[in-house]
């Protein structure tokens, strides 16, 4: 697969592209691509790790899998590509941002921008099938993105965490609370957000708290 990565990354990733389970992982993958629509887009699957080098990781937000939709997902959890309609959660996202920080909503929905400043927008599972949510979980990917999120909770400190949701909050045991700060709350979909488990959860302003307290850039949210 024609995939990019920087290369700040290839200490803490190369390790597991030899294992056993990530080359399954890649002929599944592979497989998935050839005979069904997939998304993201083949070059995007790791965009992640393309946008936020390593070394400026900052916070990282966890998602679950990308967006199944026709020409959501850009490799980024919760971004879209410029010009899609936003996504319901996506929509939740920027109303918190919009009470906490009094920004309005922006014009465009990828959230490359924040990568580039060092945030970490990885889901779980960095593929899925068109229209088939969950249709790739279980297949060795969250081997892989569980030694990310731990990775990163050991070699570096000061980074913020931000888990919504009751899948997102599981990996709360892969971080040590002791170096870094674990915010919680509801998943930003409609169905929690509306039950109040979303709003309110101040978590833009909490993060850029920290990040200033810690002698880090806060992010342009």
Request: proline content about 5%; glycine content about 8%; charged content about 25%.
């Amino acid at each position: 697969m024609n995939v990019r990565i920087d290369q700040s990354w290839n200490k803490q990733l190369e390790p597991e592209f030899g294992k056993d389970y990530f080359n399954k992982l890649i002929d599944f993958v592979k497989q998935e691509y050839s005979e069904h629509k997939c998304f993201p887009p083949g070059p995007d699957i790791f965009a992640a790790f393309e946008h936020s080098k390593f070394e400026d990781t900052k916070v990282v937000i966890l998602g679950q899998d990308p967006y199944h939709g026709i020409g959501q997902a850009n490799g980024l959890c919760f971004s879209v590509k410029d010009g899609i309609t936003f996504p319901p959660s996506l929509i939740n996202i920027f109303k918190e941002i919009e009470n906490d920080l009094a920004k309005p909503l922006p014009a465009t929905g990828n959230l490359e921008r924040w990568a580039d400043q060092g945030v970490l927008l990885l889901n779980a599972t960095l593929t899925v099938r068109a229209h088939q949510a969950g249709s790739h979980q279980n297949k060795g990917w969250e081997i892989f993105t569980d030694h990310v999120i731990q990775t990163i909770s050991e070699e570096k400190e000061n980074v913020v965490f931000l888990l919504w949701g009751g899948y997102a909050k599981k990996k709360a045991k892969l971080i040590d609370e002791s170096k870094h700060l674990i915010l919680t709350s509801g998943h930003p979909s409609p169905l929690s957000a509306n039950r109040g488990y979303w709003f309110g959860n101040s978590h833009f302003s909490k993060a850029n708290e920290y990040l200033r307290a810690n002698g880090k850039n806060e992010i342009y949210w």
